[in-house]
């Protein structure tokens, strides 16, 4: 059974290349949905598996309940209040403290210490491609009502996540993610745009 800490973390994982310009256009918000799973699968089966568009876009909750669900967290809980920010460089993860389930806050441990539960936390990912078939996404901050946290005290906090789920590598902080050699994944407003190598639309939104 994964936990609900590491259902955040999989909120953080994207699959394919990412393709982002220099400057960020500004961001979209969206939630994690159940639904959102089927809507991300649909999109993915036709881009990746069966081929039979040359692309697509996938809205930024949507993405993160799909790869949520590609870790076996099935059905996502309808209380989890997660929100997901997407543009062209990053994808960030918030929530307020009181809305996040107690194991947690447990698991987050000095991160949240004794701060109030309308406190809102957020974790901001980047990614990049490690190998040919593997991309790596990395947990570049987090931050507490906008601040981020000094590195030391994440540094301390995540390497205990690390610990407790091996999906994650020591430090916590990254998570390797193997996909196929031609997947493109382009970060837009809004969410991410899928297509193949060879497909000279990308990054543009539909």
């Known amino acids: ?18 393709v982002s310009p220099l400057a960020a256009q500004t961001a979209a918000t ?6 959102g799973v089927f809507r991300a699968a649909a999109v993915v089966d036709s881009v990746f598996v069966d ?31 997660v929100r997901v ?4 460089a990053r994808i ?3 929530t307020r403290l009181g809305d996040l389930p107690s194991e947690a806050r447990r698991a987050l441990g000095p991160l949240v210490g004794m701060l109030p539960p309308q406190t809102v936390i957020a974790g901001d990912i ?17 931050r507490v009502n906008g601040v981020a946290l000094p590195e030391p005290l994440v540094y301390g906090a995540m390497r205990d996540v690390g610990r407790r789920y ?8 990254d998570l390797f993610v193997e996909v196929p050699p031609d997947a493109l994944v382009a970060l837009v407003t809004g969410g991410v745009r899928l297509g193949v190598s060879g497909d000279s639309t990308l990054p543009r939104r539909p």
Do not use: C, N
């Open 166 to 173: 091996p999906a994650l590598s020591r430090s916590g902080r």
């Open 92 to 94: 960030q993860l918030s």
């Open 126 to 142: 980047t990614a990049s491609r490690a190998a040919r078939h593997v991309v790596r996404f990395h947990l570049e901050a987090v």
């Open 1 to 18: 059974m994964i936990s609900p800490a590491t259902r955040l973390a999989a909120a953080f994982v994207l699959a394919g290349r990412i």
């Open 51 to 81: 081929r039979l568009a040359g692309e697509g876009f996938v809205r930024a909750g949507d993405w993160a309940s799909y790869l949520m669900a590609r870790l076996g967290v099935m059905p996502i809980p309808p209380d989890l209040k």
């Open 85 to 88: 920010d997407g543009d062209t």
């Open 30 to 35: 969206d939630s994690v949905t159940a639904v």
